[in-house]
T-cell receptor, first 114, second 117 residues
Framework: AQSVSQHNHHVILSEAASLELGCNYSYGGTVNLFWYVQYPGQHLQLLLKYFSGDPLVKGIKGFEAEFIKSKFSFNLRKPSVQWSDTAEYFCAVNRGGGYNKLIFGAGTRLAVHP | GAVVSQHPSRVICKSGTSVKIECRSLDFQATTMFWYRQFPKQSLMLMATSNEGSKATYEQGVEKDKFLINHASLTLSTLTVTSAHPEDSSFYIC?????????????FGSGTQLSVL
């Protein structure tokens, strides 16, 4: 069955530190890849997505992610985090068809200390 | 941006009762809505896909008689947990899909925390 693995359940960083959150998926065919963020008390929001083209995807708020097909990975990065990036981050995958039937990872809770 | 309203945000009920959760798209029409369930420290698990005017499509292992989904209009889908039991306690989230050429998007509700005593 298709699955999504997020390696870190909990990450604690100081402001200005660099961030990389891992995401690996198990499906071998064509996939669409997503990162969502959930700030405390708010809805899930789309950070960025990859459907095709340039494997380095830039999203909102300075985030980017790189799709490495050979590694089945779609890691999320930000060069310098801020306190306001404190949130839970979810990686999600589906097999073509845009936003149908997303499979989510378990999430990574990021805490950024001033 | 588009807003999906989910209500109630929190509900506590007695075992054996039924609970209805509403998911509304406030400023767009959603032909497709999805219902997810999330246990603590685990993934959002897709329960079912709800298409307006037709029967919902349930994922494997999800009891359709237990989790009744109705999508009677383009702006409203409901999930009814029938005869709830403590093991149904969970966080339920809906999402609504806006379909359009080169502009397909998915918006999430804020979730409903169900606690069954």
């Amino acid at each position: 069955a298709q699955s999504v693995s997020q390696h870190n359940h909990h990450v604690i960083l100081s402001e200005a530190a660099s961030l990389e959150l891992g995401c690996n998926y198990s499906y071998g065919g064509t996939v669409n890849l997503f990162w969502y963020v959930q700030y405390p008390g708010q809805h899930l929001q789309l950070l960025l997505k990859y459907f095709s083209g340039d494997p380095l995807v830039k999203g909102i708020k300075g985030f980017e992610a790189e799709f490495i097909k050979s590694k089945f990975s779609f890691n999320l990065r930000k060069p310098s985090v801020q306190w306001s990036d404190t949130a839970e981050y979810f990686c999600a995958v589906n097999r073509g068809g845009g936003y149908n039937k997303l499979i989510f990872g378990a999430g990574t809770r990021l805490a950024v200390h001033p | 941006g588009a807003v999906v309203s989910q209500h109630p945000s929190r509900v506590i009920c007695k075992s054996g009762t039924s609970v209805k959760i509403e998911c509304r798209s406030l400023d767009f029409q959603a032909t497709t809505m999805f219902w997810y369930r999330q246990f603590p420290k685990q993934s959002l698990m897709l329960m079912a896909t709800s298409n307006e005017g037709s029967k919902a499509t349930y994922e494997q292992g999800v009891e359709k008689d237990k989790f009744l989904i109705n999508h009677a209009s383009l702006t409203l889908s409901t999930l009814t947990v029938t005869s709830a039991h403590p093991e149904d306690s969970s966080f339920y989230i809906c999402s609504a899909r806006v379909a359009g050429q080169n502009n397909e998007k998915l918006f999430f509700g804020s979730g409903t925390q169900l606690s069954v005593l």
